[in-house]
């Protein structure tokens, strides 16, 4: 072996030897970061934790006090052995006695009449039974006042001309009393209307009654009513004469 190839020899050793530390160290800065990478990813990150005294509790607000109802309180019951005082007894039918009153037929005010119109049933009757009134009339003076008993000629139809046109205006006022249709109070009344010869009706009377005071009341002011706007016939202007109109009040009108 010559000293020229153990120098190449030497020198290709100490050639691989620097290639091998070159490749290591090539290594080394290549992986090193990813390694440190690594590690700081796998490392867990550190919890800090600071302790506190807890807050005070708030103080739990007072209880409301509630109103305590009274005690109820009982009666003492009468004992049944005490005899009642004589004499409370015949005080309790008077008291009863007193208490109780007939139902009165007295006529309510104007006021509490019910104004109800007229239906045509009870307009019919109304009319009907004024030109049918009755020839007979009470009370005529001296044969002088004209009636359905004396009149003649032009004077009969006048008299029937003039009940027709009283009765007309007269069923606009018909009013059934509030305290006859409670009580179911019914009934007919004739009411006689006199005119003077100056043309102008007198205050209408009673001629025949209904039963009830409060029904007859009502019919007065009614044909009182009809006989103010009531038309007077030309047949008897300038004569007294006298009428008689029927008023018929039936619950099943109204």
Not at 64 to 79: D, G, N
């Amino acid at each position: 072996m010559t000293f020229d190839s153990l120098q190449a020899t030497t020198l290709a050793t100490r050639r691989l030897r620097n290639a091998i530390v070159a490749s290591l160290l090539a290594h080394l800065l290549v992986l090193g970061p990813v390694s440190m990478r690594l590690l700081t990813n796998d490392t867990p990150a550190l919890l800090q934790a600071t302790l506190r005294a807890p807050p005070p509790a708030e103080p739990a607000p007072p209880a409301q006090q509630r109103a305590v109802p009274p005690a109820p309180t009982f009666a003492q019951p009468r004992s049944r052995s005490a005899a009642p005082e004589i004499g409370d007894r015949p005080q309790l039918h008077e008291s009863r006695n007193r208490g109780l009153s007939p139902i009165s037929k007295t006529p309510l005010a104007p006021s509490e009449t019910v104004a109800t119109p007229p239906s045509g049933s009870e307009s019919a009757v109304v009319v009907a039974e004024a030109i049918a009134a009755p020839t007979g009339v009470a009370g005529s003076v001296g044969g002088s006042l004209v009636t359905d008993a004396n009149a003649s000629g032009e004077a009969v139809d006048g008299l029937r001309g003039y009940r027709l046109a009283v009765a007309t205006q007269a069923r606009r006022f018909k009013r059934y009393p509030a305290q006859a249709m409670a009580s179911g109070w019914a009934g007919s009344a004739d009411i006689r209307v006199e005119v003077g010869s100056d043309g102008r009706p007198h205050a209408a009377t009673l001629a025949r009654s209904s039963g009830y005071e409060v029904l007859d009341r009502a019919a007065l002011t009614m044909i009182d009513a009809g006989a103010l706007r009531a038309r007077l016939p030309e047949s008897l202007r300038g004569k007294a004469f006298a009428v008689v109109l029927p008023v018929v009040f039936n619950l099943d009108d109204e």
